[in-house]
T-cell receptor, first 111, second 113 residues
Framework: EDQVTQSPEALRLQEGESSSLNCSYTVSGLRGLFWYRQDPGKGPEFLFTLYSAGEEKEKERLKATLTKKESFLHITAPKPEDSATYLCAVPSSGSARQLTFGSGTQLTVLP | DTAVSQTPKYLVTQMGNDKSIKCEQNLGHDTMYWYKQDSKKFLKIMFSYNNKELIINETVPNRFSPKSPDKAHLNLHINSLELGDSAVYFC????????????FGDGTRLSIL
C-alpha cells in the first residue's frame, strides 16, 4: 500500500531561521513527487514536481530535493508570509491519476 | 481569472438531505477530481474522471456520485447526507498523465446539522 509520511507535524520558526521539512514515501515505481502549499480556507497551491532522485527545484526561499526514499523542502531565511501547511503527494501505484497525500507540516514563522 | 472554481464555498444542511457541489475549470485540463479533507487536514481522493474513465475510490459510499456535463465541469452529488459527511471537499484538475500536477479549487465546507 502506498504511504506518504511527513514530519514534523508542526514547526515554529523565528523569521530568518532556516529549516527543512521531510516527506518520506513508499510507492511502487515513483512517477513523480509533488509539493503543495495550503493556506487556511484555501485549496492546495502547487509548488514543485520532482521526477527523479537527485533532482532539485527552487522557488524564492524554497528548495525541494528528492532521494529514492524521501524528499526535503528546505526553507531558507523564512518570512511570516511563508506560514502555511506544506503537503507532499505521490501518484498512487494502483491508479496513475490519483495522488496519495501526506498529512502535512504546519509551518509557523514568527516575526 | 480563477482556474478551478467551486460553489458554494459553504454549505450547511440537515441530515438526510440531498445536495450538490459544482466545480468548473478553465485550464483546458482533461481530468478532474474530487477530494475530501477531514478535520485532521488529511486529503483523500474520492473520484478521478476524464471523458473516458471514472475511477472511484472503493471507500466512497455510493451516496456520492460525480456528474460531468462536459470536460470543464465535474459536479458532486450527495444523497441522504450523514453527520460523517461533514468535511471540506476540494475539486481539482490536471492534464492527462500521472506526472502532471493537479490544481485545486478553494474548497466547499460542508456542515451537517
Amino acid at each position: 500500500e502506498d504511504q506518504v509520511t511527513q514530519s514534523p507535524e508542526a514547526l515554529r520558526l523565528q523569521e530568518g531561521e532556516s529549516s527543512s521539512l521531510n516527506c518520506s514515501y513508499t510507492v511502487s515505481g515513483l512517477r513523480g513527487l509533488f509539493w503543495y502549499r495550503q493556506d487556511p480556507g484555501k485549496g492546495p497551491e502547487f509548488l514543485f514536481t520532482l521526477y527523479s532522485a537527485g533532482e532539485e527545484k527552487e522557488k524564492e526561499r524554497l528548495k525541494a530535493t528528492l532521494t529514492k526514499k524521501e524528499s526535503f523542502l528546505h526553507i531558507t531565511a523564512p518570512k511570516p508570509e511563508d506560514s502555511a501547511t506544506y503537503l507532499c503527494a505521490v501518484p498512487s501505484s494502483g491508479s496513475a491519476r490519483q495522488l496519495t497525500f501526506g498529512s502535512g507540516t504546519q509551518l509557523t514563522v514568527l516575526p | 481569472d480563477t482556474a478551478v472554481s467551486q460553489t458554494p464555498k459553504y454549505l450547511v444542511t440537515q441530515m438526510g438531505n440531498d445536495k450538490s457541489i459544482k466545480c468548473e475549470q478553465n485550464l483546458g485540463h482533461d481530468t478532474m477530481y474530487w477530494y475530501k479533507q477531514d478535520s485532521k487536514k488529511f486529503l483523500k481522493i474520492m473520484f478521478s474522471y476524464n471523458n473516458k474513465e471514472l475511477i472511484i475510490n472503493e471507500t466512497v459510499p455510493n451516496r456520492f456520485s460525480p456528474k460531468s456535463p462536459d470536460k470543464a465541469h465535474l459536479n458532486l452529488h450527495i444523497n441522504s447526507l450523514e453527520l460523517g459527511d461533514s468535511a471540506v471537499y476540494f475539486c481539482a484538475s490536471s492534464r492527462q498523465g500521472s506526472n502532471q500536477p493537479q490544481h485545486f479549487g478553494d474548497g466547499t465546507r460542508l456542515s451537517i446539522l
